[in-house]
């Protein structure tokens, strides 16, 4: 009988077990019970053989199974974690803003001009003063007056006093106001009707918006128009909507709208360019994400979130958005309040992946 060296089979493995001791894990069968001695014959030496094959058999697939259990596990608990920043999903109140551009414009200002031709002896006022209704701000001689005067030898002692009395114009503002500008200076001969200084009241400002048409339907008398002025970039002037110009302009397609704001500090100056977000509507109660939570995707326009489960692990979920207000953006469907949505850390981040969350950050709401 001729024997091939492959493996036994499971029927001749159990076979052979069952006829002769069965040995230890990993230890060679002919160490067994002091076996040591060669095969007496061929048949034995060959069931030898096969037992040792067996084993060694069984040997590679038991240390190839314990490594890869062991690689597994090792992998497992060395899966990377990516560090993000994320917060809960909250409800709040989000406005409809619209966006335009305005510039300020004082309602009460004047020039104060020369009634007749003459000269000013008097200039008691500088650009920036502040002055009170009545005050004077000039002093002017009628020409008439100062030709004769000045032509005259006859015209001396009393008389002369009495005609500089006489001939002498004084000019006052006629409300409280701020000079914002001195035409002449003293001695300077003027045209009747000339303007010597203007006076404005900083009280009576307010601001002139250009709004696009495209818009004109969704504001109305009355809004709430949040302003922001380039001077002071870290305040923000609430005013209303006060006129609406009937008419659309030809030329930039805008319409007009006067707002009213305070400026009890007289702080803001006539021509002030400002930027102004005009609240048209507001969502009360509703879901709120910050802006950074957002993601878009260009192929398919697409807008989704990451969100973060109890296990840690990132899923990008669907949703579709409402109103954006400064850093905060509705959300209409696709979460639920108090879901843990990925904030920082979220860009190019693939779904499934495994995420450390700053403990710190987790309970932070939008504004």
Known sequence: MKFMHNSPTSKEIR????????PGLGTPPSSVRGITQEPKNGVEKNFLQRDKTAFL??????????????????????????????????????????????????????????PVEGVVTELLVKEGDFVRKGSVVARLRPIEAEAAIRGSAAISGVKK???LRLGMLA???????????????????????APIVAVEDLS???????????????????????????????DVFAGRIVTINPTVSRETQTVAL??????????????????????????????????DAILFDPDTGREYVMVV???????????????????????????????????????????????KVETDTIMKTPK
């Open 15 to 22: 076979e052979n077990c069952n006829s002769r001791p069965k």
């Open 57 to 114: 058999v069984l040997f590679l697939f038991a240390s190839l199974l314990l490594a890869s259990c062991s690689s597994g596990k090792q992998v497992a608990e060395q899966a990377p974690q990516v560090e993000v920043k994320a917060v809960r999903v909250v409800r709040g109140n989000v406005d409809h803003l619209i966006q335009a551009t305005g510039r300020v414009d004082v309602l009460k200002k004047v020039e104060i001009n020369s």
């Open 161 to 163: 006093q009495y005609f």
């Open 171 to 193: 000019l006052s503002s006629p409300f409280n106001g701020y000079v914002s500008r001195r035409y002449v200076s003293s001695n300077a001969l003027v045209q009747a009707n």
């Open 204 to 234: 009576s400002t307010y601001l002139h918006v250009d709004l696009p048409s495209l818009y004109l339907e969704q504001v109305k008398i009355g809004d709430t128009v949040l302003i922001h002025f380039l001077s002071f970039p870290n």
């Open 258 to 291: 006067n707002v009213n704001f305070p400026n009890n500090k007289q702080e803001i100056k006539d021509g002030m360019f400002a930027v102004v977000d005009i609240i048209s509507s507001t969502h009360k109660n509703t879901l709120v994400v910050p802006k």
């Open 309 to 355: 489960g109890q296990d840690l692990i990132a899923r990008d979920v669907t949703v579709t958005t409402g109103y954006e207000e400064d850093d905060k953006v509705e959300i209409l469907s696709g979460l639920s309040q108090g879901q843990l949505v990925i904030t920082q850390g979220n860009y190019a981040l693939a779904g499934g992946t495994a995420v």
